[in-house]
Antibody, heavy 121, light 107 residues
Framework: EVQLVESGGGLVQPGRSLRLSCAAS????????MHWVRQAPGKGLEWVSG????????GYADSVTGRFTISRDNAKNSLYLQMNSLRTEDTALYYC??????????????WGQGILVIVSS | AIQMTQSPSSLSASVGDRVTITCRAS??????LGWYQQKPGKAPKLLTY???SLESGVASRFSGSGSGTDFTLTISSLQPEDFATYYC?????????FGQGTKLEIK
């Protein structure tokens, strides 16, 4: 069974940084691309970032480009999101998500339960 | 970025009804589209991928169709557990983009 467990969220002031982590289990982590998706309170889903199985390619939403950095450690079965220069509009539930395709990008097949990030002074 | 325009934003329907939700992409995305169901307080759940492939374990009353820029999710006969919010997601290229969501409510 695929398990994705996020950690590292919390309350942070505008302009500060936060690093989210995602511990993955139940599948061969280094076979799959991974993603972060967020959902602001009462709003829809927003794809934030994705990373290929070998970290060779990465992508970002326009809203976070230059501020957020995605990374992974295949030896630790872990995904990360470094969030810098946080803004109040970054307040959201952040989901770690597994890609559906082996060795390439596809859709999103599995989701964690999410971790809340609140950016407020 | 590719924009996904989803409609309607909300929909009232009755158990047993046939319901269709649409997504239109701002440019062609071949068949690289998935549909997700989200219930309050829960993570999204994959329903269909590559436009029309049904995810394992998903009820056969759900079906997806389309290609290029126009896509639909159809629920053939609504069940009580289907009342939720539905999203499309294009995975054709980065940045991936979701539709705005369709909230399906009980009439």
């Amino acid at each position: 069974e695929v398990q994705l467990v996020e950690s590292g969220g919390g309350l942070v002031q505008p302009g500060r940084s936060l690093r989210l982590s995602c511990a993955a289990s139940g599948f061969t982590f280094d076979d799959y691309a991974m993603h972060w998706v967020r959902q602001a309170p009462g709003k829809g889903l927003e794809w934030v970032s994705g990373i290929s199985w070998n970290s060779g390619t990465k992508g970002y939403a326009d809203s976070v480009t230059g501020r957020f950095t995605i990374s992974r450690d295949n030896a630790k079965n872990s995904l990360y999101l470094q969030m810098n220069s946080l803004r109040t509009e970054d307040t959201a539930l952040y989901y770690c998500a597994k890609d559906s395709a082996i060795g390439r990008y596809g859709g999103i097949s599995d989701w964690g339960q999410g971790i809340l990030v609140i950016v407020s002074s | 970025a590719i924009q996904m325009t989803q409609s309607p934003s909300s929909l009232s329907a009755s158990v047993g009804d046939r319901v269709t939700i649409t997504c239109r992409a701002s440019q062609g995305i071949k068949k690289d589209l998935g549909w997700y169901q989200q219930k309050p307080g829960k993570a999204p759940k994959l329903l269909t991928y590559t436009t029309s492939s049904l995810e394992s374990g998903v009820a056969s009353r759900f079906s997806g169709s389309g290609s290029g820029t126009d896509f639909t999710l159809t629920i053939s006969s609504l069940q009580p557990e289907d009342f939720a919010t539905y999203y499309c997601l294009q995975d054709y290229n980065f940045p991936y983009t979701f539709g705005q969501g369709t909230k399906l409510e009980i009439k």
